[in-house]
């Protein structure tokens, strides 16, 4: 099992920047792809970056050029940098883990939220 729990959302104007953190805890294997995703109100949860093991990383394309995901293995963190912040971005966002050629994501965290507001 993984215990993944996110942080440092919040209020931030628009044109802001905010980094989330994913901590995992648990069976922190480091082949597991991590990524993240987001859902805001009223609308279906959507897929935002992810990235593998080798630190291959994938982005939704409407947000790359705006969002960086990182890893830190050694300190069993998953970031998530957000620059130039639109109000359309206001979401919870979650962390998620899978082992490499899985399809589904097996472990997810609570979220945390944004919100892009002025």
């Known amino acids: 099992q993984m215990h993944l729990e996110e942080s440092g959302g919040g209020l931030v104007r628009p044109g802001g920047s905010l980094k989330l953190a994913c901590l995992a805890s648990?069976?922190?294997?480091?082949?597991?792809?991590m990524a993240w995703f987001r859902q805001a109100p009223g609308k279906e949860r959507e897929f935002v970056a992810l990235?593998?093991?080798?630190?291959?990383?994938s982005y939704a394309e409407s947000l790359k050029g705006r969002f960086t995901i990182s890893r830190d293995d050694a300190k069993n963190l998953v970031y998530l940098q957000m620059n130039s912040l639109k109000p359309e971005d206001t979401a919870s966002y979650f962390c998620?883990?899978?082992?490499?050629?899985?399809?589904?994501?097996?472990?997810w965290g609570q979220g945390t939220q944004v919100t892009v507001s002025s």
């Open positions: 990235i593998k093991w080798g630190y291959q990383t």
């Open positions: 998620a883990a899978k082992l490499p050629g899985r399809n589904n994501y097996e472990f």
């Open positions: 648990g069976n922190t294997n480091r082949r597991y792809t």
